[in-house]
């Protein structure tokens, strides 16, 4: 009897169709996704819908990232106990039912809690895809696939604030989630019958005490930067402080227990590899950089310059298309030349765009915003990936849903944090810029305000794409650290 040929990669094997596998994934991710911020435009909706403050609807975005950094940690776990098919299964109808509840709910109580649910299911795909691509494809095939799921994280959210002010202010509110509720049971039906499981079912023993320390660390620390702007006191207020140091205190016990066990949550030895840590680093700093973006110019567009949520939405299309067409063609790149060749010109044109941002003015022309946003979405898309890919590039195969998870992680913790403190700087400079003015109750001076506030957030954000040209002259081309091993290959 002929001996069935062993793959390193499923990609490699002519029997497995890859195609159907990668669709069920990228379609329910990419309308998962979406929702982190497809609510963005439809705050000032809701408030008046269910008479709410500003830092009541907030918890919409915020406690969307909070469930997220609960459930993600422990993405590696669950990825050793369950099957792909499992989990993926799982995690969409999960998804699908909060979204369900969100759309018929009839207080913000319960359409917070659906929207909770909604999360729940959406922290656990992105480490879940990231880890079946890397199990079934090379390295040297990994940058256009790669750049495939930047197609999803970076589009799909980028395109929220668009269909979120079409959608509301010619359907209701309601459509964003009604809208969704198809596409996530399609998703559903396809994987069904389309995936196949990847990897190896081991079983690891649970840690508890780990769990308990990555809820109150991660959620903790995100809850304590989202809960930023509900009090006048901001970062001094004894609640934000509290939720703060608890929560950063929760993951220094995390990370050392995890340092000390056989068979670690999150094994954060991911870190001894220089290219991983540096695509990190570089990571959270383009989170940041487009969060301060995607959250900043509604807010400018819909204030100073008075346009509607539907036409702000709208004039940041083109730059969330591009970055979604640009993705896929980026990852090409990056096999081809290295990432080297991408990241150091991409970084020096997006700190030039976050300079020039951060010369916004009450009379700046609309197509100024939209090309600051294009060459800000394009350069994400050329940065972004290539080192997130780079960086997993060089783990050894049974590092994969670590350093996932790790990635994974630091997304929702990274928004959180940029969001708060993004917000907090912007609030903080328009109250100066009022206590100093004549008139402060003016409509002109409340607008110059805001804009001051503005021009703030983007010169901070200059200050760290500077970080990011400087660290993009440092990368190399990473190759896995270790051969692939008998025991790996199942």
Request: cysteine-free; overall charge neutral; hydrophobic content about 55%.
């Amino acid at each position: 009897m002929q001996e069935t040929k062993k793959y390193e990669f499923l990609a490699d094997d002519p029997n497995v169709k890859v195609m159907p596998i990668m669709l069920s994934l990228i379609i329910g991710a990419f309308f998962a996704i979406l929702n982190e911020t497809l609510l963005n435009i439809a705050m000032v909706t809701l408030m008046d819908e269910f008479s709410i403050e500003l830092p009541t609807v907030q918890w919409m975005a915020t406690g969307f990232l909070l469930v997220m950094a609960i459930v993600i940690p422990i993405s590696a776990l669950l990825m050793q106990w369950f099957t792909t098919r499992q989990l993926f299964l799982g995690t969409m109808i999960v998804f699908t039912i909060g979204t369900i509840v969100s759309a018929a709910a009839p207080t913000f109580s319960i359409l917070l809690v659906g929207r909770l649910i909604q999360a729940s299911g959406t922290g656990l795909l992105m480490p879940i895809i990231f880890n079946v691509f890397l199990m079934i494809f090379p390295p040297e095939r990994r940058g256009k696939v790669m750049g495939l799921i930047g197609l999803v994280i970076m589009f799909a959210p980028a395109i929220g604030p668009t269909l979120s002010g079409v959608i509301v202010e010619y359907l209701g509110w309601r459509y964003l989630f009604i809208v969704v509720i198809p596409f996530a049971i399609f998703s559903i039906l396809f994987g069904y019958r389309h995936l196949i499981n990847v990897g190896e079912v081991t079983k690891p023993k649970i840690d508890f005490i780990s769990l308990v320390f990555s809820t109150i660390g991660f959620g903790g620390v995100v809850y304590g930067f989202s809960a930023v702007g509900e009090s006048a006191d901001g970062f001094l207020s004894v609640n934000v402080l509290t939720a703060i140091v608890v929560g950063a205190i929760g993951v220094v016990l995390f990370v050392l227990r995890q340092l000390k066990l056989d068979e670690p949550i999150m094994d954060l030895r991911v870190f001894r590899y220089p290219m991983y840590t540096h695509a990190v680093i570089l990571f959270l700093i383009i989170i940041m950089a487009m969060f301060a973006s995607e959250i900043i110019l509604p807010i400018y567009m819909q204030g100073p310059l008075a346009l509607s949520a539907a036409t702000a939405g709208l004039v940041l299309l083109p730059g969330s298309i591009l970055n979604g067409v640009m993705s896929p063609f980026m990852g090409h790149l990056f096999d081809k030349f290295g990432p080297r060749v991408l990241m150091i010109p991409a970084t020096i044109v997006l700190s030039g765009t976050m300079f020039m941002m951060s010369r916004l003015t009450i009379d700046t022309p609309v197509w100024v915003v939209v090309l600051g946003y294009i060459l800000i979405m394009l350069t994400v898309s050329a940065i972004m990936m290539p080192a997130e890919t780079n960086g997993l590039n060089q783990l050894p195969k049974r590092l994969y849903p670590h350093g996932t998870a790790v990635m994974s992680t630091l997304q929702p913790v990274g928004g959180a944090i940029g969001v708060s403190i993004f917000i907090s700087i912007l609030n903080a400079r328009q109250l100066r810029f009022l206590e100093a003015s004549a008139n402060p109750t003016d409509a002109t001076t409340i607008d110059l305000a805001m804009v001051a506030g503005v021009e703030l957030v983007y010169f901070i954000a200059f200050a760290m794409s500077i970080v990011a040209v400087i660290m993009a002259f440092f990368v190399y081309r990473a190759k896995p650290d270790e051969p692939i091993r008998e025991e790996d290959l199942g």
